[in-house]
């Protein structure tokens, strides 16, 4: 299993402390005349999404804005190395109706046609990924199989991220019947807890998270294995705040670690305001997770 760290402007560049990461971008995330051109050095693989997380019902760009936002991103990447763009799909909004939802599946599917008819006209090296929506069986095996008859080789669920935290069950669900059917090659957006996700299925063959940065913002930091959320030595404030915020732990000092960081100084993911150490709590998070996944990998779970 793959893991992708979501990367905007804010972030480091993760390929510059690890030659071998995977990253995924956003349109949504980067300014209109972003490009990779920008970076100093290009991570291993490039997933490009749609950016339908932030899409509003009055404000749904069309295929083609989507598809020439993609192209512009990711204009200059090597032929030798895997880019992939994820099709202009339709997130479910959390509070849907049943025959609502049956409405954003349809929409969503007509635009994966319309999408992977339009990226074939171009030279462009992209691998197209067809995301799938949906919770139950009919609408994940139906969703799969038009995709894949439309030309899709590799698919994604989507509408699972935001629903995570709050309908667990479901979303667990969903990978269920993904596994049952052996739909694969499988990405999973928007993981931002993907501590219990990592071990799931062995038809997960990707996902992305934003969760180095998420947590590093309030002092969080990870470890493992199994993975588990820190602040070291917290402030007055933090000890206040963890009372409500009972998934994590207070630790005195820093556990040991390999991460660039950590080798350096592991005192630098401390200051909690500090921009610098927001920045290295960032990269060491990153490191855990990747960590973590190749561990789960060896294992034998994933891919």
Same mark, same amino acid.
């Given at each position: 299993?793959?893991? $992708? ?28 005349? #972003?490009?990779?051109?920008? #970076? ?5 693989? @490039?997933?490009?999404?749609? &950016?339908? $997380?932030?899409?509003? /019902? ?53 635009? &994966?046609?319309?999408? *992977?008819?339009? =990226? ?6 992209? *691998? ?22 439309? &030309?899709?080789? /590799? ?19 969903? *990978? ?30 990707? $996902? ?10 309030? &002092? ?18 933090? !000890? ?14 820093? =556990? ?13 993911? @401390?200051? !909690?305001?500090?921009?610098?150490? !927001? ?11 990747? #960590? ?12």
């Amino acid at each position: 299993m793959k893991f $992708f760290v979501s990367w905007t402007k804010r972030e480091p560049l993760f390929q510059k402390y690890d030659p071998f990461c995977n990253i995924l971008v956003s349109p949504a995330n980067v300014p209109n005349d #972003w490009t990779i051109r920008e #970076w100093e050095v290009l991570p291993e693989e @490039l997933f490009i999404d749609s &950016g339908a $997380f932030s899409f509003r /019902n009055n404000n749904i760009p069309s295929c083609q804005e989507i598809l020439k936002r993609q192209l512009l991103i990711g204009q200059a990447w090597p032929k030798d190395k895997k880019l992939y763009f994820s099709h202009p799909d339709l997130l479910i909004p959390r509070k849907t109706t049943y025959k609502d939802q049956n409405s954003i599946i349809r929409r969503s599917i007509e635009r &994966g046609k319309e999408y *992977i008819d339009r =990226l074939y006209k171009f030279s462009s090296k992209a *691998i197209p990924v067809g995301v799938i929506h949906g919770f139950d069986e009919e609408s994940i095996v139906a969703s799969y199989q038009v995709l894949k008859s439309f &030309g899709y080789k /590799n698919f994604a669920l989507g509408s699972i991220g935001i629903r995570l935290s709050n309908h667990k069950s479901l979303c667990l669900s969903a *990978i269920d019947i993904v596994e049952k059917y052996r739909i694969e090659p499988v990405h999973l957006f928007g993981i931002t807890l993907p501590l219990g996700i990592l071990n799931l299925s062995k038809t997960i063959f990707s $996902f992305d998270s934003s969760t180095p940065t998420k947590l590093a913002f309030y &002092g969080t930091v990870l470890y493992g294995t199994p993975l588990k959320r820190y602040v070291i030595s917290p402030t007055a404030e933090q !000890k206040f705040h963890m009372k409500c915020f009972t998934f994590r732990s207070s630790i005195p000092n820093p =556990l040991p670690c390999e991460c660039p960081v950590c080798k350096v100084d592991p005192k630098k993911l @401390l200051e !909690k305001y500090d921009s610098a150490a !927001k920045f290295n709590r960032i990269v060491h998070n990153y490191f855990q997770i990747k #960590w973590e996944t190749e561990k789960q990998n060896s294992v034998g779970h994933g891919h």
